[in-house]
């Protein structure tokens, strides 16, 4: 039968990648360097014998101490001793010792590690284990004891410390192997009839081997420096010279000829500065080079599986999902720009009383006024990528303003903005934010500071993830009211009970004291409200409210809005992507689509004569939702409409 | 909470007995004919057979485990076979001296890191390239090595401090100062290396959490976030690394020591390695398992204090 070979591709891939990597380490002036110097000073340890110009140890009594040149180009140590001949050979030894720590190391952790990780079972109980008491203790202290009954060997001790370095290789392949262990190839591999033995070496060998490679830099460079400080001791074999024995040499001299620590010292510490540099690049080489691939694999896995990405943004939002999804969605309506002809904003006209709120209280005075919103993320290369263009909305007091369209259509960047708390790069670049007369587009930080929580208040979209978990609830509503409405603790704890009473929790003082992780989703939701409502705000931006809420806690939330919108007579702008939320709660609303506003205005006329095309789809989408077909329908009819609009 | 603090100490303890354990075994067998050892060649078989029976070495060795045992476990961890002196008492009379190099060490990596590893999380540009690189350098360059240099430009160039001798504090609380700033300098830039790094990352992660724009969005200031909010979710991962620190401060400790010639664990351990003066040596290394089993507990217990999960769990 014709099965595909499971090995090929992932073995193809890793050796591309593997040449590549050692491509741009030479590309990388910091990789470059490093890999130079440690050529250097392999070759010098090879050739140590044939570059020397003496013996290491031959001691010359004429000789002591004797300054740089003639016979001893960097002159002679306190027993006359050649320092240039010494340095060499000491390299050698020095290189050798780290080396013999290394194989130990990586031979030990390696093999355990994949036993431990692809067999698991009591080996990996076992091994887990004595890989944590390796590293319980320090690792000079073991040498020490070790050398006071084995004596002074440097092979010896750099054995044993080849020992205690394993755990840090063992923690790593067992790491990898536990991950890839399940994948799908492996079990394909499995299926297919391979051995576990041909398993490892094709398929989980490829895996561990760019990690072990950059833990070798740093364990050789860990090993160079115990063994110097061991010999600086002066408690290794004093018939090696070594870096160490040097610099303990040089020590001894330390005020008569300090000038004798520079070699010694600086091939320490160069050695281990190329060593952890080299390591370092490689790390950064690689997850520059698995960046691109994740997001094609995602890219590809969105194309394949709209439903299941379209779902996921909308439920989760932009705020929870990864940076680099992030960068997909914000990427989105700047993608279907180029090409596309931007259609008027359609606006329906106010009725002419100025209009009533859904409580029947005329709006009162204009709170928020954006003008030519235009929000822009830098990025690495210098250019700036627009996500918000050209917006324009207003909300008067007593007034919900409702922001719909799908996500990525910038609503969200949108409400942010005039929260000025955009993510890292993210900023206004153009327009005017007027809120109560204030610019706060230009405003500094300072200036936001005081106006966040007591004018402007903002309802987060995933409950959970807005409350810090390392907090007990109560402290989050108390600490803002304390600094804001500077309340003493009591009157905060008093006011925040009362919040939590207001909103429906049905034993505020067990709220009060709990954190985060113990309360469900809606009390969590409710809670943020309550956080959002303390310091009697007069602008809500509500982000989402209910999206990430079971179907039946949504309307018991969306209910509490309208009233506390009611009593408070707060402003709200109210970011969703349902209109059934927007004829529940809203006086007027905006449609954005891919970073602008299509159609705006009272509720009523948009919903009795929607006029742009983008409007009239979302309408058509939500037509179906009149059939007792129940939620899945809604998410697919949504996301056919995704499609169809080009989210592409 | 007090159960998870008891499972902590279950378990370390069990660490002080197993590395105790393997400890007596290595130094035992692998000392071979250690009565020789003491008296050196020149000894007649007849003393060195004296010698050895003299120590208890003639008999067999779980006999001579359970012997220690038993002494060990109310602090008596026998004399030292070559200056008589007793062992606890060779250990207790240095052991605060390490510490307070180890503890003060700590401390300052601690601080100092928290406030490069925020800055450098919070500007990124150039502050953070700048801490890449300090803690590249911190990271690379061992200890002592480091050591060294301090002593060379401040002690022994510029003479702002003595290069050598420790004042005891209750001599001097200024001399004492001064005579382990170098020291926990010294110490201090490789932990501050660590841990910074740690902190940088954690604060990057910690800074994209949503509930940092909602505390903002409260009104509370970005350093009341970023010092409160931030740090303690931060606070974990810093603690696991500043443990393993820790440990490896107490191994730097011994040679540091030993540049600045402080009377401390590292100068008895050394000279005990030197002679081969075994129950010296075990009783060193059991005196650091019970630092490091202590170090670890007290950590843990601040974890708990940070995370109310691990409080729960």
């Given amino acids: 039968m014709p099965l595909p070979d499971p090995q090929l591709t992932p073995g193809l891939e890793e050796r591309a990648a593997r040449v590549s990597l050692f491509r741009k380490l030479l590309k990388n002036p910091v990789g470059l360097i490093a890999l130079i110097f440690l050529a250097l000073l392999v070759l010098s340890a090879i050739f140590a014998p044939l570059l020397a110009p003496a013996d290491p140890n031959t001691a010359s009594l004429q000789d002591v101490l004797a300054p740089p040149g003639g016979a001893h180009p960097l002159g002679a140590d306190s027993a006359g001793r050649d320092v240039l001949s010494r340095l060499l050979f000491a390299t050698r030894f020095s290189l050798a010792g780290a080396l013999l720590a290394l194989v130990v190391a990586a031979v030990i952790g390696v093999v355990a590690g994949l036993i431990a990780g692809y067999f698991g079972k009591w080996f990996d109980s076992v091994s887990s284990w004595f890989a944590g008491l390796l590293m319980a203790l320090p690792g000079i202290v073991v040498l020490l004891a070790a050398r006071a009954v084995l004596g002074p060997s440097m092979w010896l001790s750099m054995a044993i410390f080849g020992v205690l370095l394993s755990p840090a290789f063992f923690r790593l392949v067992y790491a990898s192997v536990s991950a890839v262990r399940n994948e799908l190839y492996v079990d394909a591999a499995r299926v297919a009839g391979l051995s576990d033995a041909r398993i490892i070496a094709r398929h989980i060998l490829t895996v561990v081997r760019a990690p072990v490679i950059i833990q070798a830099a740093m364990i050789t460079g860990i090993a160079i420096a115990i063994q110097a400080g061991l010999d600086f001791l002066g408690l290794g074999d004093t018939t090696v010279p070594s870096w160490g024995s040097m610099l303990n040499d040089a020590f001894a001299k330390i005020y008569t000829n300090p000038d004798l620590m520079i070699w010694p010292a600086s091939a320490i510490a160069l050695t281990c500065i190329a060593l952890t540099l080299l390591a370092n690049v490689m790390r950064d080489e690689l997850e520059r080079t698995a960046g691109p691939v994740k997001r094609r694999k995602n890219r590809d896995r969105a194309a394949e599986a709209p439903i299941v990405k379209a779902a996921h943004l909308s439920t989760v939002g932009m705020a929870t999902i990864s940076e680099e999804e992030r960068r997909l969605a914000l990427e989105q309506p700047a993608a279907s720009e180029p090409g596309e002809i931007v259609h008027p904003v359609v606006v329906h006209p106010d009725p002419e009383d100025g209009g009533r709120s859904s409580t029947g209280n005329p709006f009162g005075e204009e709170l928020l006024s954006v003008r030519n919103l235009a929000v822009g993320y830098d990025q690495p290369d210098g250019s700036i990528k627009v996500v918000v263009n050209d917006v324009s909305l207003r909300v008067r007091r007593g007034e919900v303003h409702g922001l719909i369209g799908e996500s990525g259509s910038g609503k969200t960047q949108t409400a942010w903005s005039v929260l000025r708390l955009l993510p890292d790069g993210g900023r206004v670049i153009d327009g005017s934010i007027s809120f109560e007369g204030k610019d706060l587009a230009h405003a500094t930080e300072k200036e936001m500071t005081k106006l966040r929580g007591a004018k402007i208040a903002y309802i987060p979209q995933e409950p959970m993830s807005n409350l810090d978990a390392s907090f007990t609830i109560g402290s989050q509503l108390v600490e803002p009211m304390r600094v804001v409405l500077g309340l003493s603790k009591s009157e905060a704890t008093k006011r925040a009970l009362g919040l939590l009473e207001r909103v429906g929790i049905p034993n505020p003082q067990r709220t009060f004291d709990a954190y985060p992780h113990e309360v469900s989703g809606g009390m969590a939701q409710r809670v943020l409200i309550a956080g959002a409502i303390s310091c009697d705000p007069d602008l809500l931006i509500a982000d989402e409210p209910t999206t990430a809420l079971d179907v039946t806690v949504q309307a018991e939330v969306l209910s509490l809005l309208r009233e506390l919108q009611a009593e408070l007579n707060m402003g709200v702008i109210l970011v969703t992507h349902n209109f059934g939320v927007v004829a529940d709660l809203c006086d007027r609303v905006s449609v954005m689509r891919a970073g602008r506003i299509v159609e705006t205005g009272p509720v009523r006329s948009i919903f009795a004569a929607p006029e742009h095309e983008y409007t009239k789809a979302l309408f058509a989408a939500i037509l179906e939702e009149g059939e007792p077909r129940g939620e899945l329908v809604a998410a697919r009819t949504e996301t056919a409409q995704t499609e169809k609009e080009g989210l592409r | ?313």
């Fill in chain 2, 1 to 313: 909470m007090l159960r998870f603090i008891l499972r902590r100490l279950a378990s370390g303890v069990v660490l002080i007995v197993v590395i105790s354990t393997i400890a007596f075994g290595l130094l035992y067998i692998g000392g071979g004919d250690i009565a020789r050892r003491i008296l050196g060649q020149t000894a007649t078989a007849e003393t060195v057979t004296q010698k050895a029976q003299q120590l208890g070495l003639d008999r067999p060795l779980y006999g001579q485990f359970i012997d220690w045992v038993s002494h060990a476990v109310v602090g008596d961890f026998g004399t030292s076979w070559f200056t008589g002196q007793e062992v606890i008492q060779a250990i207790s009379s240095r052991v605060a001296v390490t510490l307070s190099l180890v503890i003060g060490a700590t401390l300052i990596s601690a601080i100092v890191a928290v406030l490069l590893g925020v800055w450098a999380a919070r500007r990124r540009g150039w502050p953070d390239r700048l801490v890449q690189v300090i803690s590249v350098l911190g990271f690379a360059i061992p200890g002592f090595l480091i050591a060294l240099g301090l002593v060379i430009v401040f002690a022994i160039n510029l003479g702002w401090f003595k290069p050598t001798g420790f004042v005891q504090f209750a001599t001097s609380p200024s001399g004492w100062l001064s005579s382990i700033a170098l020291p926990v300098i010294a110490l201090a830039i490789g932990g501050i290396a660590g841990v910074t790094q740690q902190i940088r990352g954690s604060v990057i992660d910690a800074l994209r959490q949503d509930y940092v724009r909602t505390l903002r969005s409260r009104g509370l200031s970005a350093n009341r976030v970023i010092y409160k909010h931030v740090l303690r979710n931060a606070g974990g991962p810093a603690l696991a690394v500043l443990a393993v620190q820790f440990v490896g401060l107490l191994g730097g400790a011994v040679i540091v020591e030993q540049v600045f010639a402080i009377p401390g664990l590292g100068q008895v351990a050394v000279a005990a390695t030197n002679q081969g003066d075994i129950p010296l040596v075990m009783g060193l290394v059991v005196v650091t398992a019970i630092i490091v089993v202590v170090v670890n507990l007290v950590i843990d217990i601040l974890q708990g204090f940070l995370n109310p999960k691990v409080r729960l769990s």
